[in-house]
Each structure stands twice: as C-alpha cells, then as structure tokens.
C-alpha cells in the first residue's frame, strides 16, 4: 500500500519534536538548533506585542534560558512552534507589566517608507504602500496579532486560540472582523481612485 510522504509541516513537526526530545536529554546542541532555527520567527512576533527590540530580544533570551534549566521537567511531546509561541508571548506580556512598555505593534513612521524606498519604487508600489498602512491602523492590536499569527506564522484557530487564551470562535470571530475591515477598506480606496478624473 502507497504511503504519501509527509507534508513540510508534518516533516517539520518530526524535526522539531526530535530536536526537543534531544534537548530535553541534554544535547545543548539541539537547543541551539531550535534557537537558529525560531529566532527571528520569535522576534517578529514579540516585536508585535512589544516595541522595543531589546526587551524582544531579552524575552526570547529568557524564553530558551528557561527552556535549558527546566528541561528535565518538561513535556517529552509538544507542539515546539506553539510552546515558544506561547513562553515568548507569557514572558513579553510580564514584562509590559513589569515596565508598563505596551505597544500594539510598530508607530506609523516605522510602517511608512523610507525616503530610498520611495525613489526606488514606483508611485503605485508607494500608494499601495500608504493604503495598506492605513488598512493596518483600522485593526486593533489583538486583530492584528491574529493576522499576524494566522497568515505570516501559520498558526490554525485552534493553536491562536490556545496562544491567546480565548476560546476558538472568540478568534474566528475577530479574524473575520478583521478581514472585513481590510476588505472595506480596500474597496473604498478603489472607488475613489475609480471616480478620480484623469486616473
């Protein structure tokens, strides 16, 4: 009987799981392994809970430092993605409190183009640029969080749910809510560039 191979995600999946088993048996090397290889997945995510980059940084820090002195006490099976998902969010949201440092995602500027970029790019790359920014602003932190985890880390509603402890259709609800209000937002914008003479 065909077997399929398995998909990237459940290769992945295996991958890690070994890594994390190695790890778990005190293989510093494994743990390394998974800290190259979530990293900057980590830092992207934490830089949207918190905008400072050095308490990001700390955090995944503190993250993969408790992971090796807790080791011997952890889970011998996991979701690898999904539990550092969840320590760097636990460990940036106790230190918001700690510092009272909250923000929900990058300031405006840092979503606008530099000056290079907007000599490089053509006017349309630039307007599309602008629209998109300002679609962002119309979500709340937490609609943006669950874009941000649903489409750029690929997380399913169930493992979102989980992450930010709410049940899966509080999740399912403020990601259609969300796609609504870029949808909306996309199809004003094209109308007025519709009814502009000369466009």
Do not use: C
């Amino acid at each position: 009987m065909y077997t399929p191979a398995p998909s990237y995600n459940e290769q992945r999946y295996n991958e890690d799981l070994a890594l994390w088993q190695a790890f778990r048996a005190g293989q510093q090397q494994a743990l390394a392994t998974l800290f190259d290889r979530y990293a900057q997945q980590l830092y992207s995510y934490g830089h949207h809970i918190i905008g400072d980059e050095e308490v990001v940084k700390d955090g995944i820090q503190t993250v993969f430092v408790n992971l090796w002195a807790r080791r011997e006490n952890l889970a011998l099976e996991v979701s690898v993605k999904f539990y550092l998902y969840g320590s760097l969010r636990r460990e940036l949201l106790k230190s918001r409190k700690e510092t009272r440092m909250w923000v929900h995602g990058p300031a405006h500027h840092e979503n606008e183009p530099s000056i290079e970029q907007q000599l490089v790019a053509s006017e349309d790359e630039h307007q599309r640029i602008i629209k998109l920014s300002a679609s962002l602003g119309l979500l709340s932190g937490r609609e943006k969080e669950i874009i941000n985890l649903k489409y750029f880390n690929n997380f399913k509603i169930r493992e979102i749910a989980g992450l930010l402890q709410l049940n899966e259709q509080t999740v399912s609800n403020l990601l259609y809510r969300a796609l609504q209000k870029l949808r909306r937002s996309f199809t004003i914008s094209l109308a007025l560039l519709l009814l502009l003479p000369g466009v």
